[in-house]
Each structure stands twice: as C-alpha cells, then as structure tokens.
C-alpha cells in the first residue's frame, strides 16, 4: 500500500493505492496558513475511520505545485507516518523527452498526468486537466512530452467575472439546456460551459493538425469538472479522474518496485 498526494492550488487530493488502483480517494481545501498538525487530524481521522492500517504503508509519493504546502506535507508524513515523501520533480527518472525550454518549470502535476497518460496507452496523447487553471498537453507515443497550453480555469473565470462585475452574480457551474439564455445566470453558465467546451474542441483541433496531422490520438480529461467537458466534446474523451494519481503510483513502480526486481 502506498499513499500519493497531489497538491494543488485549489485542493489536495489524497490516494490510497495498492497494485495499481485507489483503494481511497480524498479532497482537502488547499490552506497554506494550516499547520501541520492540523492536515494531520483530517488525515488520520479518515484513516482510521476506513481502518486503514499505516503498518502497510509502504512509500509516499507528492507531487505538488505549492512550495508552502510541500513542506507541510513532507513533515506531516515524516511526523504521523514516519516515512520520509518522494516528491516528485522534471530531476525524477520519468523517462519523458521534455521538449520545453526549461524543463524545470514544468509542474510536476502535468509532468504525472503526462507520465500516466504514456504509461497507460503507449501513444500519442493529448491530456486536459481542469483545475485552477486548465492544461492541455500534447505527448508522443516514443514519450515526448511536447509542450501544452495554459489557460484560465473555469471556477477562476467564474469568480473573476463576479468580483469585477457590479451587477453580475457568481453562479453553480452547470451545464444549461441551451445555448442562448433566458436569463442573468443561464447567459453565465453558458458562457463558461458552452465557451470553455469550444475552447477545448478548438484547441485540441490546432494541436492535432500542428503536432499529429493524421496520426491516432488518445485524449484523456482530468480533474474534477473534466466528466461534464468530455462528454459535451465533440472529440472522444476519455475521462481519467485519478491521472495524477496514477502517474504517481507508475513513479513509484519505476522507482521503488522495478529497481528491486
């Protein structure tokens, strides 16, 4: 059994994993003023209360993009689970071509989705990940990690509509019927669903004629709003709301299992 965390700006997802599935999956609120101690009774209530037993626990397994939260982290591990983190960064063995500039600024987050998404498939894949902000990323099948596309996430532009408007209200993002609106929050939640699918599709169709042309493709969607995306796509999705996890998982197999066999 191995724990892995996926820290974002937004939230921290937690997994507890055992030979290649989450046994467990839990979200916490991403709060830099908590302290240590204070994740760590969230955390080992939920344990205890799925009678998870910490004497199985094997390694753990961070990717994270908030350096503040990286260190809570890793001594909350240290403390309460007594194993010391692997984080993981682009210095990892990951066996990816990192094709950018500057590979160290990529974040580990993209760097697991794309590691999953080649571990799992072995083609050329393009992931998307609906967080904070939303990434798309495009990944060959001989494992080069192309480069992406950054944008806005939808909660973010949601917000930012809001808290700069005078008159316009935050909304629940939801799917509406309709294109058009009837009203105030119909004409938001289409702008950001029907807006942000179009994106998407427009995006993916440049980075499929730029980097694939007539080459097979595997798109996979991530991230907690990535269901509602996938299946409005006109393209086929296929909906991975675990990817971090599992490149983590595959990290931890390349590193801790396959180094010993």
Known sequence: MIFVFDIGNTNVLFGVMEEGKVLYQFRFQSETQKTTDEYAISLLYLLKHHEINLNKLKEVMVSSVVPQLTFTFVRLIRKYFHKDAFVVTTASSHGLDIKLDDPGTLGSDRLMSAFAAHTMFKKNCITVSFGTATTIEALTVAGEFLGGVIFPGVKLSAHGLHSRTAQLPEVNLAKPENVVGRNTVECIQSGLYYGY???????????????????EVIILATGGMGAGFASGSRHSIRYEPSLVLYGLYFMYERLFVKKNT
């Open 197 to 215: 699918l179009e994106l998407m599709d427009g995006l993916i169709d440049r980075i499929i004629r730029e980097q694939f042309q007539s080459m």
